[in-house]
Antibody
């Protein structure tokens, strides 16, 4: 089973850029898997942000597409999320995840708060 | 885009009760649906995919059914450890996209 670990700043200023990284261990980032980001605002439901394949191919949630960039670094066995022009509405627990059809593995999640 | 509508949004039942959660898709999605359990402060955990196949290690009191536009998650005998929020998740193959239901919070009466 693949292990996933999110890391990054827990506090981001409004209008700034949220940046998170997910470290992959216990498996190959070049396997036939898509690597996703999912978020959950406090007390609310889950929202898929987007995903990347090891080739660099990406898919994004249309509702966030204009602000999201997901990238992969195979040499470091990690993939990253950048979300620009953040507001308080982007405050959430951010999960990295792995899957092909359904989502199979999840990181533990990291809380990112947008506040000045 | 396909919308996934879960009902109810919350429920309270007694230990041993049979509980059913429904997820409706805005258009037919074959059986491309999974069910996830999320306990407070934890990441979601997959219970069922696709539609009716129980994940290895998931308790047998959980079952899934349906196809097309209507799907159900049933807990045959509710246990205290089942207190959680349950989500359905649809995966669209092309173009790839994931859509979650709004979630159903299950509590013990």
């Amino acid at each position: 089973q693949v292990q996933l670990q999110e890391s990054g700043p827990g506090l981001v200023k409004p209008s700034g850029t949220l940046s998170l990284t997910c470290a992959v261990s216990g498996g190959s980032i070049s396997s036939s898997s898509w690597w996703s980001w999912v978020r959950q605002p406090p007390g609310k439901g889950l929202e898929w942000i987007g995903e990347i394949y090891h080739s660099g191919s990406t898919n994004y949630n249309p509702s966030l597409k204009s602000r999201v960039t997901i990238s992969v670094d195979k040499s470091k066995k990690q993939f990253s999320l950048r979300l620009s022009s953040v507001t308080a509405a982007d405050t959430a627990v951010y999960y990295c995840a792995r899957g092909y059809a359904e989502i199979d593995d999840w990181g533990q999640g990291t809380l990112v708060t947008v506040s000045s | 885009d396909i919308q996934m509508t879960q009902s109810p949004s919350s429920l309270s039942a007694s230990v041993g009760d049979r509980v059913t959660i429904t997820c409706r898709a805005s258009q037919a999605i074959r059986n491309d649906l999974g069910w996830y359990q999320q306990k407070p402060g934890k990441a979601p955990k997959r219970l069922i995919y696709p539609a009716s196949i129980l994940q290895s290690g998931a308790p047998s009191r959980f079952s899934g059914g349906g196809s097309g536009t209507e799907f159900t998650l049933t807990i045959s005998s509710l246990q205290p450890e089942d207190v959680a929020t349950y989500y359905c998740l649809h995966h669209k193959s092309y173009p790839r996209m994931y859509t979650f239901g709004q979630g159903t919070k299950v509590e013990i009466k």
